[in-house]
């Protein structure tokens, strides 16, 4: 009765958070109560005891806080970047007027930026360049689904560029050169499918567009560079950190937050309080998409519940007896996450597969990496990237999938099948 309870609420929420534009409920709110009322039926309807449910719970929030912190310390690392005018320095360099180059140009950078950041801030950037650089709007949505796909490609091959990476990596189910290089090479052509073919639809070029250099830029050049490169800096040393130390990757990137903070505040020391503000870790803390944290939070938290009650592992049971074909069972994780948050698919993946049956760096983890970050580009609400670019740019579903999908699925399906082939 209470696994049933459970199920049904969790379904419940899950169709909320799936239809959040229709219902008009944010999704961050539907995951907190769904989360919350999930621990509530396993608590007053089980038979554990308190003391084991509050034991697994706190549990459960243990693991989550790790995920939580590591995504609030690096997204206010990218905001700090952001405030000192430090992505000029990508953008600015970018002076082709060929569209079929610029494409080739704007692809490669995203999966990189990428790899680095993550997809969503990567795509954010890209998106405000190419608002500078291409005035016809249908051309520019072919670009900027070029965007998405290759910033969801980007970020599904390190521990830092995509949640759903981050996730296994904080879990313990992949390791940091383990992952960048089994998924490179898969990822990479997971991007470079619709490269190609996206580029036979770009004849000429570009008309000719001024791009605005007369904003007035908020920081000096040294402050913008010295931030720029420090911020990218620190993010890549979080693996390291964690390899030589193996500290949980958290301790690394407040640490990599604490440094910045620390250097931030040392070269503004000498502004009024008001300029101050504009490049202080206050203000960041206030620019990052806080509800998207609560989500995880609420979502994560219904998963833990689910995992208790046994209900996960007695459906991996369920699919290992009915599709039995691991690879299937992952790649159709990666389609579903083109419709439904990747999120939630890799928590209960990770949960209804133990690490004594599969290991670290096992051939699940790393495909399901692959596919869920993937699989998101396949529908424009399939992933963070996605939704911010039809946010920013008012790109309608049925365009892009009428436009890009098509493009978006190819590429999946090349990478996924060249990562089978590597592994045997």
């Not at 709007?137 to 981050?166: H, K, L, Q, S």
């Not at 203000?283 to 609560?294: C, E, G, N, W, Y």
Request: hydrophobic content about 55%; aromatic content about 10%; some cysteine.
């Amino acid at each position: 009765m209470v696994s049933t309870l459970i199920i049904i609420v969790f379904c419940i929420g899950y169709l909320c958070i799936a239809a959040e534009h229709s219902v008009k409920l944010n999704k961050a709110a539907t995951a907190l109560v769904t989360g919350v009322i999930c621990w509530t039926i396993y608590m007053l309807g089980g038979s554990n005891g308190i003391e084991q449910v509050n034991g697994e719970l706190f549990g459960h929030l243990a693991s989550i806080s790790e995920i939580l912190f590591f995504l609030l310390s690096a997204m206010t690392i990218v905001e700090l970047v952001d405030a000192h005018d430090g992505f000029d320095i990508i953008t600015s360099a970018i002076r082709t007027r060929n569209k079929v180059k610029l494409l080739w140009i704007v692809g490669f950078l995203s999966f990189f930026l990428s790899a680095i950041l993550d997809n969503l801030t990567t795509t954010i950037v890209m998106v405000s360049l190419l608002r500078k650089l291409i005035d016809d709007r249908e051309t520019r949505f072919y670009y900027i689904g070029m965007v998405v796909i290759a910033a969801n490609a980007g970020g599904a091959w390190t521990p830092i560029g995509d949640v759903t990476t981050t996730m296994l990596w904080i879990g313990h189910q992949i390791t940091a050169l383990n992952i960048m290089k089994e998924l490179f090479l898969p990822s990479l052509i997971c991007m470079i499918v619709p490269l190609v073919l996206i580029s036979f639809k770009m004849k000429g070029d570009l008309a000719a567009q001024s791009v605005d250099s007369e904003t007035p830029k908020k920081s000096s050049i040294a402050e913008r560079n010295m931030i720029f490169y420090l911020g990218l800096s620190s993010l890549v040393c979080v693996p390291i950190f964690k390899t030589y130390t193996h500290l949980p990757p958290v301790m690394g990137i407040l640490l990599a937050l604490g440094m910045l903070w620390i250097i931030t505040e040392m070269i503004h020391r000498d502004k009024t309080e008001e300029k101050k503000d504009a490049y202080s870790v206050v203000r960041a803390l206030q620019r990052i998409d806080v509800t998207s944290v609560l989500f995880f939070l609420g979502i994560l938290l219904a998963i833990g519940a689910l995992e208790s009650v046994g209900i996960l592992h007695q459906l991996a049971l369920l699919m290992n007896e009915k599709v039995g074909n691991l690879s299937i069972i992952v790649m159709g994780t990666g389609v579903a996450s083109a419709i439904v948050d990747n999120v939630p698919l890799v928590a209960a993946a990770m949960k209804m597969y133990d690490l004594q049956t599969y290991p670290p760096d096992s051939y699940i983890w790393e495909f399901l990496a692959y596919c869920a970050g993937t699989g998101g580009s396949i529908l424009i609400i399939g992933s963070a990237a996605g939704v911010a670019a039809m946010g920013m740019e008012q790109i309608s579903f049925g365009w892009y999938l009428r436009k890009i999908a098509v493009y978006a699925l190819a590429g999946f399906f090349a990478g996924a099948m060249l990562y089978m082939m590597m592994e045997g």
